[in-house]
């Protein structure tokens, strides 16, 4: 099966009403921070509550950045995909056109955070999108705003190979 074709195998699965409490399915079985098949890749899990999607995440030594402590870009990462699963409930694709993160305070390897994300506002294809991530029971470590911009299926052919 052709990557295309693995991506679009899914696709109906992926955007159909899913329930308030359920587990959101991986954006596809290698994406860098949600695929289960990426040996690179953070695994996340992403469940809806309500309007938002929540997850937990602990940062690893493949994440590092200074000793101890993660990557800005990792954490990007995982601020980018956790907006990519508001479209499960937006109910379509989009891509990521402006990513802004805002870093409290250092985010350290092996301790858990908590994510949160939803959808602030919507104009047409825009998509106005916040989250944040918080120790458990605790203060904000750091916090990102986003802009995506929905796409079709064709979107994704400019990846595939020639
Ligand atoms: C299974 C689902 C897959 C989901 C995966 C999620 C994974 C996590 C998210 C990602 O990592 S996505 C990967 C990173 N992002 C990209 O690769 C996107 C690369 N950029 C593009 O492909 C195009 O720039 C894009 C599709 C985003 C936009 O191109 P378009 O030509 O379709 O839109 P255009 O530039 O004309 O802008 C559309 C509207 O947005 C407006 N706009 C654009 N940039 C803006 C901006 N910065 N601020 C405010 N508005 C902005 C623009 O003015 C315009 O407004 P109007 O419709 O009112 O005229």
């Given amino acids: 099966m052709s990557s295309m074709e ?4 899914g696709w109906n699965e992926k955007f159909r009403p ?3 409490g359920a587990q959101l399915p991986p954006h596809h079985p290698h994406c860098l921070a949600c695929g289960p098949d990426n040996p690179h890749g953070h695994h996340l899990t992403v469940h809806r509550r309500g309007e938002e999607v929540h997850a937990t995440h602990v940062f690893d030594e493949r ?5 101890g402590i993660a990557h800005g870009g990792a954490v990007a990462t995982v601020f980018d995909d956790l907006f990519g699963f508001l479209l499960y ?3 379509g694709p989009a891509v990521t056109r402006k990513l ?3 870093y409290d305070s250092p985010v350290i390897l092996g301790t858990t955070y908590d994510l949160a994300a939803r959808v602030t506002r919507t104009e047409g294809r825009k998509l ?3 989250a944040d991530m ?3 029971g605790g203060s904000r470590v750091a916090s990102a705003s986003a802009l995506f911009l929905s796409v079709d299926v064709t979107h994704f052919n400019q990846g595939m190979p020639r």
């Fill in 100 to 102: 802004e993160v805002l």
């Fill in 63 to 67: 994440h590092v950045g200074a000793p």
């Fill in 134 to 136: 918080k120790q458990l």
């Fill in 6 to 9: 693995e991506l679009l195998a």
């Fill in 18 to 20: 899913h329930a308030d």
């Fill in 128 to 130: 106005f999108m916040e």
């Fill in 89 to 91: 409930l937006t109910g």
